[in-house]
């Protein structure tokens, strides 16, 4: 396998060379590349998350293979073609004797999007020993966790976790055939695949935004479909977990209608920021009518979050020789970067 061969013959830490960042937990270390990466190296496709041993030198977890967009390449018969799951990857491995979670950044599940931690994420849904009682200490399994606290862009109708790939740790290869890796029930789902002559017809439905598309397992190459309707509603999509910074970015590019399609439960949310938005507005105008117009009040009256407004607006009046109106103070505000409306609003929101 591409990256344990060169870990061997190059030491893990070589892997910083190749845009690779290594962050370590005591005596392991996570390996990842950075979002964006051209990867040029085949072992640089593992790096997702990865999880390298210090005390025995070698690797403990092997998440799943990076893929590249399929575009009718070539494929072999002996193709496996599964969903692909909208959410977050979770990993599960035994070291340390004892078992360990993983997201593609942390050790211990402990990081988070939202206000809940993924590990208290994974807790909502099952007790983890129930999880770890039916895996194999020879194994690492990956994980996406689906939990409406972390909504990515598919809607979630319940919390759970889904099974995607199993690494065989000691013959260095991913699992084929999951469903048979198991002799009980298990308390989780396994991912869903389907036969190699669905390609073409799977390519061809016409599904909306909660079917994020399908991976194909490739020999050692993996490639993936997205569905267009989903790729859409990710393209309106805000990564970002500060909503009102995803409401502004929304009103600055006029999606705001496209986006509640999607996340229909911020709504109450943003209709809140918009009658915000609207407060601040109206006290921009009035300030600007007291002191540029009526003069009835001086500079220092006017609250110190609105003071640079009022001479930029102004400024505006002046080189454009347009009547200041709240229209017109609606769409300058609306126009200015994210980062000085979010300042200004914070005033606003308790």
């Known amino acids: 396998m591409e990256l344990i061969d060169y870990v061997n013959n190059n030491g ?3 892997l910083k060379s190749d845009n690779i960042k290594i962050n370590k937990f005591k005596n392991l270390k996570l390996v990842k590349y950075k979002y964006g990466s051209k990867l040029t190296n085949e072992y640089q496709k593992y790096c997702k998350g990865a999880i390298y041993n210090c005390e025995t030198n070698n690797f403990v977890c092997i998440p799943p293979k990076n893929s590249e967009l399929y575009n009718n390449q070539p494929l072999s018969k002996s193709v496996i073609i599964q969903d692909l799951i909208d959410g977050t990857m979770v990993n599960m491995f035994y070291v340390n004797d004892k078992w360990n979670i993983s997201t593609r950044s942390d050790i211990g599940c402990n990081n988070k999007w939202s206000d809940k931690s993924f590990i208290k994420m994974i807790n909502d849904i099952c007790d983890i020993n129930t999880i770890t009682n039916v895996l194999n200490k020879n194994y690492s399994y990956s994980f996406v966790l689906r939990h409406k606290s972390n909504k990515c862009v598919s809607n979630i109708e319940f919390n759970s976790l889904v099974l995607v790939d199993i690494f065989d740790l000691s013959d260095n290869m991913y699992v084929t055939d ?45 490639y993936k479909y997205i569905n267009p309707e ?15 910074y995803t409401y ?32 601040m507005v109206n006290e921009v105008y009035d300030n600007y009518v007291k002191f540029k117009i009526k003069k009835t009040i001086k500079f220092n009256d006017i609250p110190f979050h609105l003071k640079p407004l009022i001479n930029n607006i102004h400024d505006q009046y002046i080189i454009k020789n347009k009547r200041i109106s709240i229209k017109f103070i609606s769409n300058y505000i609306t126009k200015l970067p994210l980062k000085r409306i979010i300042f200004i609003m914070n005033n606003y929101i308790n």
């Open 12 to 14: 893990i830490d070589s």
């Open 178 to 222: 999951m469903n048979a890796h198991f002799n009980i029930n298990v308390p989780f789902y396994i991912i869903n695949h389907y036969a190699y002559t669905n390609i073409e017809r799977l390519m061809k439905l016409k599904c909306n935004h909660d079917w994020k598309g399908f991976i194909i397992k490739n020999n050692n190459i993996r």
């Open 230 to 244: 989903y790729k859409k509603a990710k393209d309106i999509t805000i990564n970002s977990n500060n909503l009102l």
């Open 248 to 279: 502004f970015s929304c009103k600055h590019d006029n999606t705001i209608m496209k986006y509640l399609k999607i996340y229909p439960e911020n709504k109450k949310d943003f209709d809140n920021y918009r009658d915000l938005f609207n407060i």
